[in-house]
């Protein structure tokens, strides 16, 4: 079965600092990988995706991610914090099983803090 | 275009108790996701519908839970009787399509409380 290890509960930094979230992941094949945000009292929001295109995937509002095969990493960037990054922050693998209908599991996710 | 749509927001009940949870998708998207999010942790797959049938629901709590998607658009997820560890945010989720890769879009959620 797949599955993912966010490797830290909570990340402060300040802002205009650069944004590391931790991600490690399990799977028996090429995986589809996934970073959400959640703002909040709002639904979650799709970041940016890794579907075995570029390992250097670019999403919204500045971040960024890169599958690294040999590290089973897929680690989330951004290179300046900003107040409204403050959120939580999912990475989470696809699961296609044996319908062939996809699931999503998700990892117990990162909350990150930005201080002025 | 409107987004997934849930409602209540909010619920408190006492355990024992019956609770319901209405989620309608984004227009014209075939399959719709139940999720539990307990505090603290991350979204755990409840059912997933293609359409008006269940692709899955191997994760559902059959003894307790149920849920349908009986026009193939809107659904209801229902709990009775409701346990103390059933607090949690029960997301909607809802895509284009089921099979493979496709973006799933969330719904606000509905926070239960069970007292």
């Known amino acids: 079965a797949q599955s993912v290890t966010q490797l830290d509960s909570h990340v402060s930094v300040s802002e205009g600092t650069p944004v590391l979230l931790r991600c490690n992941y399990s799977s028996s094949y090429s995986p589809s990988l996934f970073w959400y945000v959640q703002h909040p009292n709002k639904g979650l929001q799709l970041l940016l995706k890794?579907?075995?295109?570029?390992?250097l995937v670019k999403g919204i509002n500045g971040f960024e991610a890169e599958f690294k095969k040999s590290e089973t990493s897929f680690h989330l960037t951004k290179p300046s914090a900003h107040m409204s990054d403050a959120a939580e922050y999912f990475c989470v693998v696809s699961d296609l099983g044996g319908t062939g209908f996809q699931k999503l599991v998700f990892g117990t996710g990162t909350r990150l803090l930005v201080s002025p | 275009e409107a987004g997934v749509a849930q409602s209540p927001r909010y619920k408190i009940i006492e355990k024992r108790q019956s609770v319901a949870f209405w989620c309608n998708p984004i227009?014209?998207?075939?399959?719709l996701y139940w999720y539990q999010q307990i505090l603290g942790q991350g979204p755990k797959l409840l059912i997933q519908?293609?359409?008006?049938?269940?692709?899955?629901d191997s994760q559902l709590p059959k003894d307790r839970f149920s849920a349908e998607r009986l026009k193939g658009v809107d659904s209801t997820l229902k709990i009775q009787p409701a346990k103390l560890e059933d607090s949690a945010v029960y997301l909607c989720?809802?895509?284009?399509?089921?099979?493979?890769?496709?973006?799933?879009?969330f719904g606000p959620g509905t926070r239960l409380t069970v007292l």
């Open positions: 890794y579907t075995s295109a570029a390992t």
């Open positions: 519908f293609q359409n008006n049938g269940v692709v899955d």
């Open positions: 989720a809802s895509s284009s399509q089921g099979l493979g890769y496709n973006e799933q879009f």
């Open positions: 227009s014209g998207h075939a399959t």
